[in-house]
C-alpha cells in the first residue's frame, strides 16, 4: 500500500538577493515520518538539488535556531514573517535563503495530517525497519 504523501510549492529567495524568487517543493510521506524534502526545481519543474532533513528541525526552526548540519533553520532576526533556511552542499559554501513563515507552516500542519509530529515512531513498522537493516533476513 503506499504511503500517503504531499508536495508544497514555496517560493524561496537568496538571502542577499530578494529580487529573485526560487521555486522549491517541500515534500513528505508517511513512509517516512520523520523526513522531509526540500527540493530546488528548474524553470521547467524538473529538480536540482534536494536536501532530506528532520521534521522536527524545520518546526523547530520556527521558534528558535535549529540544526547543526547541512540544513539550519531560524527565524528571520527583525522580520518575524520569515525563515531564514541555511543550506550547505558538500564541498560548497552555505548559502541562505528565504521563505515566509506562514508557507512552512501550512506546509507542517498538511504533514501532521498524515503522521501527526508525536506520532512518528508508531507509524513506523519496527520489524520491517529492522529486518531492512539486517539485509532482509531476520
Known amino acids: 500500500m503506499n504511503a500517503p504523501a504531499i508536495s ?13 524568487l526560487i521555486p522549491v517543493t517541500l515534500a513528505y510521506t508517511g513512509a517516512d515520518p520523520h523526513a522531509v524534502t526540500l527540493t530546488f526545481l528548474r524553470d521547467s519543474g524538473e529538480p536540482t538539488v534536494t536536501y ?54 501550512e506546509f507542517l500542519d498538511l504533514a501532521g495530517l498524515i503522521v501527526p509530529s508525536d506520532a512518528e515512531l508508531a507509524s513506523v513498522d519496527m520489524d520491517t525497519e529492522i529486518a531492512a537493516l539486517l539485509g532482509g533476513g531476520a
Not at 508544497?8 to 529573485?20: I, Q, R
Request: no cysteine.
Open 8 to 20: 508544497y510549492p514555496v517560493a524561496v529567495w537568496a538571502s542577499d538577493d530578494p529580487t529573485v
Open 52 to 105: 532530506r532533513f528532520a521534521r522536527e528541525l524545520l518546526e523547530d526552526g520556527l521558534a528558535r535556531p535549529s540544526g547543526v548540519g547541512d540544513v539550519q533553520v531560524r527565524p528571520h532576526e527583525t522580520a518575524g514573517h520569515l525563515l531564514v533556511l541555511t543550506l550547505r552542499q558538500e564541498d560548497a559554501y552555505p548559502f541562505e535563503v528565504l521563505a515566509y513563515r506562514e508557507h512552512v507552516t
